[in-house]
């Protein structure tokens, strides 16, 4: 992938909200880049800041967040935008149109009291893309397109009349409505049951094939990662720890917590042998010395304590934030990608 290809350029993203109990850095420097047809998963468990990062990106977040960085979009007419230095009404017309997004939970982000047919038409008709006349006619293709049979029908229903797997189908529809470059699915399979999951992650896939957009994936779980991504990022404690083409993250991973959630994946070789990282994800308030995973890692030394590591580059562009990545041993992987 050459960097003429990159749509999406995230650099020094930090996002911090003040709050009683202090400062809490939820975002921390964080810099990725996404690419024309490529799927980036941002990994980590509950807490880790891969929300955050999507609602900053979307400019989502309420005002007493505060967001500092920079993050590239490439716009349909070849010029860069940097969506974190948009004014409200400029980020309004990106939003939807260039950059959309699947939210984790379609019941809340879908409006009870709208037809889904105007809903999918509204953001159409919104950024000029079709006349009030076109728009129902667009929303049902849409509809055909992410699966949902009768969708006549189904255009003129109210959200709760379908089940939550169309739901989520909806979302989809009105995400891809105005042909984005850029789509941000923040665990848009969490909430449904497995075949409908494997629907939609396959739907996801073929339709990205078909509209060539970037997908930001963020998740909580490797087997949907193995599935889905061409390229992984590991989140902890609102940081980047490890990044990596997806085959090579799941053959050499080098940072412990990586180690620790790949571990976490239930294997039908092993049954009965589950694996979960001791303690849990802390919030972070203010600045924090050394590693923030050293309190959870077994590999944990004097130095991990004291020192912050920076980002180690190994080969197949495969980046760590580990004193000892250097000597990472990979003789217990358990998962095997695609
Ligand atoms: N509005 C807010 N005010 C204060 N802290 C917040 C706010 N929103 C998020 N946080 C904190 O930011 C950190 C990252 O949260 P975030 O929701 O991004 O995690 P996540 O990895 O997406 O988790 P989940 O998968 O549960 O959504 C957490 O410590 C969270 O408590």
């Known amino acids: 992938m050459s960097s003429a290809d990159v749509i999406l ?17 939820a975002v921390n420097d964080l810099s990725f880049s996404l690419h024309r047809g490529e799927t980036l998963a941002i990994v980590g468990e509950s807490g880790c800041g891969k929300s955050v990062t999507s ?19 490439s716009g349909r007419d070849g010029k860069k935008l940097d969506l974190l230095a948009l004014s409200g009404t400029e980020m309004e017309s990106v939003r ?23 809903q999918i038409g509204e953001s159409m008709i919104k950024h000029g893309l079709c ?33 939550g ?4 189908r909806v979302m989809i529809a009105i995400a891809l409505a105005c042909k984005p470059q850029v789509l ?12 409908i999951q494997a629907q939609i992650l396959r739907l996801i896939r073929r339709l990205q094939r078909e509209v060539g957009m970037g997908v930001l994936f963020i998740t909580h779980d490797m087997a949907v990662v193995a599935q889905v991504a061409d390229r992984v990022a590991v989140m902890y404690g609102g940081q980047l720890v490890e990044t990596a083409d997806t085959r090579s993250l799941f ?16 294997n039908p070789k092993l049954p009965g042998r589950l694996y979960g990282i001791p303690g849990q994800v802390e919030t972070v308030y203010g600045d924090h010395i050394g590693c923030r995973f050293a309190n959870r890692c077994s590999m944990a030394q004097d130095i991990c304590r004291s020192e912050r590591p920076g980002l180690s580059q190994f080969p197949q562009a495969q980046f760590v934030r580990c004193h000892f990545a250097d000597f990472a041993d990979f ?6 990608p695609k």
Request: aromatic content about 4%; charged content about 20%.
């Open 55 to 73: 609602f900053s990106l979307m400019r989502l977040l309420a005002s007493q967040a505060s967001i500092t960085g920079e993050a590239w979009l």
């Open 9 to 25: 350029e995230v650099r020094g993203l930090s996002t911090s909200f003040a709050t009683p109990a202090g400062v809490v850095k």
């Open 96 to 118: 939807g149109k260039q950059l959309g997004m699947i939210f984790q939970e379609p019941m809340t982000s879908l409006n009870p009291l709208h037809r889904l047919g105007d």
């Open 165 to 168: 797997g169309m739901r989520q």
């Open 184 to 195: 941000i699915a923040d665990e848009p399979t969490t909430a449904l049951d497995v075949t």
């Open 251 to 266: 053959k050499s991973p080098r940072h412990p917590y990586t180690r620790g959630l790949l571990a976490s994946v239930p």
């Open 331 to 336: 003789a217990d992987q358990m998962v095997d």
């Open 131 to 163: 006349s009030v006349a076109e728009a129902s006619g667009r929303a049902i293709d849409l509809l055909k397109l992410v699966g949902i049979s009768a969708p006549e029908l189904r255009a003129r229903q109210y959200p709760h009349q379908i089940s």
